[in-house]
């Protein structure tokens, strides 16, 4: 016996051996290579980030609309949206944003609201309002991307904003959930309810299932001890309170381990019920009906006054495997409907119908991309490259075929103002490339009869990096790399046009 728990300790020191040893070389390349890049370390940075100057006196003044961002934070109170943060990404660079906007949808007039101390730039953060003290927005969580876009910092802070003063102030508890982003939270009975979240640090990476009650009266966060089957740990799932006051989760993102040190994606198409009663929690699975969207991530999501939940975009995987990954973009919206007689899905349908656009045959499809045109398969509307022949037809028709409203898009921002909801940037990738939004557009949920456009999107968006899916596998080992890497700072741009 003592034989035999010996070796099975001595394999398991093994792996943990060969693990640290892996993670070490992989440390050692990254700081290898942000030498070369003269970048700090993340840490240095973000803490270089937060050496706010003195406290000043906010300022609010009227601003251009923000520029192209995906993964912001973004509430509503009253007529009023507000935005912070987000990143963007032009394949040689990712910026990460600290700013405030403050949208007001009456006057059609765009703010930017300055005050110190504040949030330190970030993406994937949630944040909710809510009416008491004459209105407040709070901020939680989220991860800011060095601008190599190879280290990322998490963070676990709590804000809350003052709508009245302009003021940020950072709330300090004594627990809380861990760093992470992808989170979701909202607003429920004067309590902030948080889910799941991520953990990545471009090394490793951790996924949540915790479910987490900050007090808005006693200032102080609870973990929740729940029964019933849970939600695998995930990210990025569409959160609400039903009209009955039970919680629902769906869908969500996880990556995990695959063979041979790769990586692999799951997007989840199931949905979960929390309740709670007399102060115990429990989980149960449930399966809407109606017209059930299909798996994807990167979804918006937002309640209506109504109770009524709304998604909007979002990315599915339609071929995958150890080596490659490709995904149909969508710009549906679908709800979910718990006012007809039971849990159901529907899908917002617009009440006027365009002319559909001309199929593009195979041919013209392997010719140099040029311009982008817009087909549909009746669930996923998608986005994808014409021929340098076809940009002119594209252009004389456009008024003749132009659907309107937002084109697919993940990481969108999305908000719910009375009877509108609201739709600005988010993301869109083309084989490599990943092109970041800056359009506005709203949708009277009551009419569903055409999108308006507010913004569009800018006439071209420039990508710098390059078109290889993974530009390592050129690399050769860790102590032959120098100069072959030097190369791939002088890389032609590519552009792609925008309908």
Request: proline share 4%; aromatic share 10%; with cysteine.
């Amino acid at each position: 016996m003592g034989k035999k728990d010996k070796s099975k300790k001595k394999k398991g020191f093994g792996i943990e051996k060969t693990a640290a040893k892996t993670d070490k070389k992989l440390l050692a390349k990254q700081k290898k290579l942000l030498q070369k890049l003269g970048e700090d370390d993340i840490e240095t940075i973000v803490s270089q980030l937060q050496q706010n100057p003195q406290t000043q006196e906010p300022t609010e003044s009227l601003s251009a609309p923000p520029s192209p961002r995906s993964n912001l934070a973004v509430a509503s109170l009253d007529d009023i949206i507000y935005f912070h943060g987000g990143e963007f990404f032009n394949g040689a660079k990712v910026e990460c944003f600290g700013d405030l906007f403050a949208y007001n949808t009456n006057k059609n007039e765009w703010k930017i609201i300055k005050s110190v101390p504040c949030p330190t730039p970030r993406s994937g953060h949630q944040m909710i309002s809510t009416a008491a003290n004459g209105g407040e927005l709070w901020l939680f969580g989220g991860e800011f991307a060095s601008p190599s876009g190879l280290q990322f910092y998490h963070f676990r802070d709590l804000w809350k904003f003052s709508i009245a003063s302009k003021k940020w102030e950072n709330i300090k508890t004594q627990n809380g959930p861990s760093a992470r982003s992808g989170h979701r939270m909202f607003l429920h009975k004067k309590r902030i309810i948080l889910f799941g979240g991520f953990h990545d640090n471009n090394q490793t990476f951790l996924y949540h299932n915790d479910v987490w009650v900050f007090s808005m009266e006693k200032y102080n966060w609870t973990k929740i001890e729940t029964d019933g089957i849970a939600p695998t740990p995930r990210s990025g799932v569409g959160i609400g309170a039903l009209s009955d006051d039970k919680i629902i989760v769906f869908g969500g993102y996880t990556k995990s381990s695959a063979k041979a040190g790769s990586e692999r994606g799951t997007t989840h198409a199931d949905a979960f019920i929390l309740q709670e009663t007399s102060g115990k929690w429990k989980w149960n699975t449930t399966k809407p009906g109606g017209r059930r969207p299909t798996p994807r991530s990167g979804v918006a999501c937002a309640t209506a006054p109504n109770g009524r939940i709304y998604i909007f975009g979002g990315v599915m995987d339609t071929e995958e495997d150890d080596e490659n990954l490709r995904g149909l973009f969508s710009n549906e919206i679908h709800f979910l409907d718990n006012q007809s007689g039971g849990l159901a899905w529907r899908k917002v349908e617009l009440k006027k119908k365009k002319e559909a656009e001309p199929e593009k045959t195979a041919e013209s499809s392997s010719q140099p991309t040029q311009a982008i045109k817009t087909t549909t398969d009746g669930i996923f509307t998608i986005t994808v490259a014409g021929s340098k022949q076809e940009t002119s037809t594209a252009s004389q028709s456009s008024s003749q075929l132009d659907v309107g409203g937002p084109s697919p898009r993940m990481n969108a921002a999305i908000a719910i103002v009375r009877h509108n909801l609201w739709i600005f940037g988010g993301s869109y990738e083309q084989g490599s490339r990943q092109f970041t939004l800056c359009d506005f557009y709203s949708l009277d949920i009551n009419k569903c009869d055409a999108w308006k456009t507010h913004i569009g999107n800018l006439p071209s968006l420039q990508w710098l990096g390059s078109d290889s899916e993974d530009s390592s596998d050129s690399e050769k080992n860790d102590d032959d790399e120098d100069e072959s890497d030097d190369s791939e700072s002088e890389e032609d741009s590519d552009e792609m046009d925008v309908n």
